[in-house]
Nanobody, 121 residues
Framework: QLVESGGGSVQPGGSLRLSCGAS????????WAWFRQAPGKEREGVAG????????WYTDSVKGRFTISHDSAENTVYLEMNSLKPEDTAMYYCAVRLNTGCPTFPRDFPYWGQGTQVTVS
């Protein structure tokens, strides 16, 4: 089970740190990723990180502003979000993939959290 936290409401230019913890499974070999979905829009990949942090990816709109990281000891993935913009407003979801690779499409991730709302206004 994946549980996200850290969402909230901030003004443009503000920062938030999202966390996603895994319970009941170590997810020791996998890809962790953050996705977001705004009302009326498709779910899109925001950032992903592979085991050992050998691979990371970011969607273009967040490069230089967001940072994804993984703490293996805590079995937790983080998304540090800085210089937030109104267009970052969305429900943010954590997802895990156990197979090889670290793709960017939601369909490739079988395990999902319940989401945490981020509002920038």
């Amino acid at each position: 089970q994946l549980v996200e936290s850290g969402g909230g409401s901030v003004q443009p230019g503000g920062s938030l740190r999202l966390s996603c913890g895994a319970s009941g499974h170590t997810y020791s070999s996998n890809c962790w990723a953050w996705f977001r979905q705004a009302p009326g829009k498709e779910r899109e990949g925001v950032a992903g990180i592979s085991p050992g942090s050998t691979i990371t990816w970011y969607t273009d709109s967040v490069k230089g502003r967001f940072t994804i990281s993984h703490d293996s000891a805590e079995n937790t993935v983080y998304l540090e979000m800085n210089s937030l913009k109104p267009e970052d407003t969305a429900m943010y979801y954590c997802a895990v993939r156990l197979n090889t690779g670290c793709p960017t499409f939601p369909r490739d991730f079988p395990y999902w959290g319940q989401g945490t709302q981020v509002t920038v206004s």
